[in-house]
């Protein structure tokens, strides 16, 4: 929630690449946790990782953002962030102490939906459910399952059992992969920046992941 309102205060520049940072949130906090500090190797990768995510972000040529970027929508996409990673390293460490990773999200999905349940009615206003095309319906019902509840049940089980610190740096990989699917679903184009950027990327996180604590 924090991220959509965020997103519509500052740039789209700034916000992705806030964004972008999320694996350092979620990393920093489990280390902290924990009470370890990750090597100079891991700095140098993370380093190298956000680099290429820069790269990624302001060399693909999309669409003109005509939004200036502000201090107040960049902090609350980084309370965003914050808010996101402090969940990962909560189910992530639930699921270290052998509680089912599908009961972390249902619970955690269930407790939400009722919070927001209120709310509803003043967002919704007066949509008309019944002109809500088959595709829309599909695509919240793939949004509310495929990646609610599929996608946090392995993710908290990824970072459990691989370590919270390692696996949370996989996130960087997530620009690369969107582009492929833009490039797979919707046929779109990407040149040698996105290849070039993307192989800094994977190398980042090639260092990052073989460091050790």
């Known amino acids: 929630m924090l991220f959509s309102i965020g997103v519509q205060l500052t740039s789209a520049n700034h ?57 107040t929508g960049d902090l609350v996409v980084l309370a965003g962030n914050l808010f996101a990673s402090l969940g990962y390293v909560a189910g992530a460490r639930l699921q270290q102490r052998d509680y089912p990773s ?25 949509a008309a459910f019944a002109e809500v095309s088959l595709d829309a319906w599909l695509g919240v019902a793939y ?36 582009v492929i699917l833009a490039w797979v679903l919707l046929g779109e184009r990407f040149g040698a920046t996105f290849v070039a950027a993307s192989a800094v990327v994977l190398l980042g996180v090639w260092i990052a992941l073989r460091a050790r604590y």
């Not at 999200?105 to 003043?122: D, N, Q, Y």
């Open 15 to 71: 916000a992705s690449m806030i964004l972008a940072a999320l694996p350092i949130f979620t990393a920093s906090i489990a280390l902290a946790w924990e009470r370890r500090r990750p090597r100079s190797a891991w700095w140098i990768g993370v380093a190298v990782a956000i680099a290429g995510e820069y790269v990624l972000i302001t060399g693909q040529g999309g669409a003109v953002d005509d939004r200036a970027a502000s201090v």
């Open 102 to 126: 599908i009961a972390t999200t249902c619970w955690s999905a269930g407790i939400a939906a009722v919070a927001l349940l209120p709310v509803v009615p003043f967002i919704v206003g007066s």
């Open 143 to 178: 949004l509310a399952i495929g990646v609610t509840i599929v996608g946090y049940v392995l993710w908290y089980r990824a970072l459990g059992k691989g370590g919270i610190a390692r696996l949370a740096l996989m996130q960087f990989l997530q620009p690369v992969f969107g």
